[in-house]
T-cell receptor
């Protein structure tokens, strides 16, 4: 079983739609959680950190469920510019190692 | 932009050769992590450097080695290149605090290595 698992997609959604991605992790000792966005042939860029209380940044909402060991990302009112791969990242024990999922591809269609 | 730079941007090598990739960390950061990203996969952790020493290593063979310099920049060296080493190599810059915890990692643009 992979340490971090994501549905690879692609998710094809129309502009204005709401889309949600989930990510599960296997190590219950994981302490830090992130969503990164990666455009084609570019580097990952931090989208948002994920906290137990949930956090929101404009159209993006991230949630963490420690009991079930999953992280979610909700994108409301999708824009064409949201088309990218979204990487779920888990940091074990607050130390050095970021563990990435394979990413979920999102295509927002006009 | 993150302020993390990498060179070169692209590189083509043949099997058996050696390669050195370079990374300059963001101002104020003291830690560099290296990742390998194969096509269609998420980045895989290679190793991290802090205080000029390797501070953790992923599941990569010894022919992957690195250095960190006093200015916190870093190099990734790969010996005896194999076809499967073809990938995007990313470095990430972060700040390790006095207690040992590491803050958020910010990625450079990567070096795309092709091994023929």
């Amino acid at each position: 079983r992979k340490e971090v698992e994501q549905d690879p997609g692609p998710f094809n959604v129309p502009e204005g739609a709401t889309v949600a991605f989930n990510c599960t992790y296997s190590n219950s000792a994981s302490q830090s959680f992130f969503w990164y966005r990666q455009d084609c042939r570019k580097e990952p860029k931090l989208l948002m950190s994920v906290y137990s209380s949930g956090n929101e940044d404009g159209r993006f909402t991230a949630q963490l469920n420690r009991a079930s060991q999953y992280i979610s990302l909700l994108i409301r009112d999708s824009k064409l510019s949201d088309s990218a791969t979204y990487l779920c990242v888990v940091n074990k024990g607050g130390t050095y190692k970021y563990i990435f999922g394979t990413g979920t591809r999102l295509k927002v269609l006009a | 932009e993150t302020g993390v730079t990498q060179s070169p941007t692209h590189l083509i090598k043949t099997r058996g050769q050696q390669v050195t990739l370079r990374c300059s960390s963001q101002s104020g950061h003291n830690t560099v992590s290296w990742y390998q990203q194969a096509l269609g996969q998420g980045p895989q952790f290679i190793f991290q450097y802090y205080r000029e020493e390797e501070n953790g290593r992923g599941n990569f063979p010894p022919r992957f080695s690195g250095l960190q310099f006093p200015n916190y920049s870093s190099e990734l060296n790969v010996n005896a290149l194999e076809l499967d080493d073809s990938a995007l190599y990313l470095c990430a810059s972060s700040l390790t605090l006095a207690g040992g915890s590491t803050d958020t990692q910010y990625f450079g643009p990567g070096t795309r290595l092709t091994v023929l």
